[in-house]
């Protein structure tokens, strides 16, 4: 062991010294400090985009919708939080010459029949970025267009004077009614709405609902099953993104391979001499694999501690604010970046094996040969 770490750390020294040698390992060096890097940071920002998305659905949607409005009984079931009907429907503002399209739903507690002064007047919780394009504060009203299929038309105009302002998710203005109100004014099939304590264990609660309402078979569905497309298609970028960025790591071990191969040519008298004087070749492997690993590993830990620190740099609100990035188009708070110990540990064991593969492989190759022939190579 004191023969490996004596060789391992003149050759390591060497290298700085050595013109020849310092190139060759600065290049290393350089490529898997930017290859671990941009890989975490890239990989960071996909989880973190993943996480925020899904927050955001939890907080702004139901966890499970029921179909079916017949009275049913959920108080056993422990993981539901709360439960009530609603509805959901479109209408469309028109100002001038600018359309939008508008969702409405159903809200409970909120505008009670004793808070409406005029009956003709819709009161609504409405999507902030709504109000902001259009100039419009608390307590203003404004008409919208809803379908109406009891009336010769099949449409008609309401006006809706706006009781609050609320954050939304949605890709598109949502209006909030109370339940009653939103009775008179949306035509569709009411449903349940479920909010649960773990909506992680909304397919386990689904089950626990069926077994005791079993004609709800068919009739219910959970926020995992109605985003899974979404969930795919998010799971889709990400695993592509890190195959292509997983490149940059391949390339960087080819560095590694490189400078792996030059310094066994530069030390190969030195390799003959010490297999004449008795040394393993199992000792002389892992001296150059120590070298070429340890050397590698600068690049690599550096670019781990510049990736954790953009990391908590993006995360940080003043960031967003110097920078002057805007992020409410997607509905999120803050720049979409997280830490993950997993895509750490992964990336990290994936540069490691690479950087050994790169560097067993050069030293393998020459000294899998006899002592003999390798004597008489050098000789020659």
Known sequence: MKFIYFLTKKYLLSIFTDKTLRLPALISIISIFISVFSLLVVMFVMKGFEIKVQNKILENFPH???????????????????????????????????????????????NTDSDIDDKNIYYGDISKDFLLLNNLVKNDDFEIYIPSPNTLKKIKKIKIKVSDAIDSSESIPIIYFSYNQAKNIIFSKEFIELKLHDPFK???????????????????????????????????????LGIFLSFLVLIASTTIYSNTTSMIFQRKSEIATLLILGAKKNYILAVFVLVSFLLSFIGYFFGVILAKISTNLLASQEIIDVLDINLTFYGIEGFPIIFSYSYFIIISLFTFFMILVASFFPTSFYLNKNVDELIMRDGK
């Open 202 to 240: 909304s397919k386990e609660t689904i089950n626990s609902i069926i077994n005791k309402n079993n004609h709800l078979k068919g009739q219910i569905v959970d926020w995992q099953t109605i985003n899974n497309n979404l969930f795919n298609i998010m799971k889709l970028e990400r695993v592509s």
């Open 64 to 110: 499970i919708i029921l179909s079916n409005n017949a009275k049913n009984n959920f108080d056993s079931i422990g993981n539901i939080i709360s439960y009530s009907n609603s509805l959901e429907g479109y209408g469309a503002y028109i100002n001038g010459n600018k359309f939008e399209l508008i969702k409405l739903k159903a809200k409970a507690n909120i």
